[in-house]
T-cell receptor, first 116, second 111 residues
Framework: DSGVTQTPKHLITATGQRVTLRCSPRSGDLSVYWYQQSLDQGLQFLIQ???????AKGNILERFSAQQFPDLHSELNLSSLELGDSALYFCASSVRLGTGTTGELFFGEGSRLTVL | GQQVMQIPQYQHVQEGEDFTTYCNSSTTLSNIQWYKQRPGGHPVFLIQ?????EVKKQKRLTFQFGEAKKNSSLHITATQTTDVGTYFC???????????FGTGTSLTVIP
């Protein structure tokens, strides 16, 4: 158990819909990262938050948005869903802002999104 | 943009054979991390390398960081079925906080 909690574990929805994925980081971790993993693909970095502020953006679509709340949990909002958005979405947390010494990422079990 | 490539993409080995995956970055990395993702699981941190030329061992696993800090390798000696999974290297972008994962190497161990 990494200490990172993601909900829901599975989600099935239709094209055009909007969903929200939730992540609770490990206790004490201030950084939250979101990654997308499509079938048999690598981990695509989407976005990072640190202590409530957006700190880095990767290949995140304009239809997607995220935020980190004062209690440090984070939500990833996916709207106008398309078939290609079907993927496993991972949240990871880290103590530090960067990834220097002890900056390892702890991953949640992921939210599997299926768009029909 | 920054890319982190891994080879091979897939590797099948007989149990007991050795395995190596290579990670190459287009830019210098301040540090590199390795993760393992079991089938159906989530990535789990294995190790971090920081110094140029650094070599670290964890039982049958040997990790190396290149002298130029642009490449790294993971070598597994005498693979076991428990080694099955996808191995990812990962490194930070030089500027900003983006943390990129390599393309991964999927290891299958045949009993």
């Amino acid at each position: 158990d990494s200490g990172v909690t993601q909900t829901p574990k599975h989600l099935i929805t239709a094209t055009g819909q909007r969903v929200t994925l939730r992540c609770s980081p490990r206790s004490g971790d201030l950084s939250v990262y979101w990654y997308q993993q499509s079938l048999d693909q690598g981990l695509q970095f989407l976005i990072q938050y640190y202590n409530g502020e957006e700190r880095a953006k990767g290949n995140i679509l304009e239809r997607f948005s995220a935020q980190q709340f004062p209690d440090l949990h984070s939500e990833l909002n996916l709207s106008s869903l398309e078939l290609g958005d079907s993927a496993l979405y991972f949240c990871a947390s880290s103590v530090r802002l960067g990834t220097g010494t002890t900056g390892e990422l702890f991953f949640g079990e992921g939210s599997r999104l299926t768009v029909l | 943009g920054q890319q982190v490539m891994q080879i091979p993409q897939y590797q099948h080995v007989q149990e007991g054979e050795d395995f190596t995956t290579y990670c190459n970055s287009s830019t210098t990395l301040s540090n590199i991390q390795w993760y393992k993702q079991r089938p159906g699981g989530h990535p789990v941190f294995l190790i971090q390398l920081v110094k140029s030329g650094e070599v670290k061992k964890q039982k049958r696993l040997t990790f190396q960081f290149g002298e130029a800090k642009k490449n790294s390798s993971l070598h597994i000696t005498a693979t076991q079925t428990t080694d099955v999974g996808t191995y990812f290297c990962a490194g930070p972008k030089n500027t900003g906080n983006q943390f990129y994962f390599g393309t991964g190497t999927s290891l299958t161990v045949i009993p």
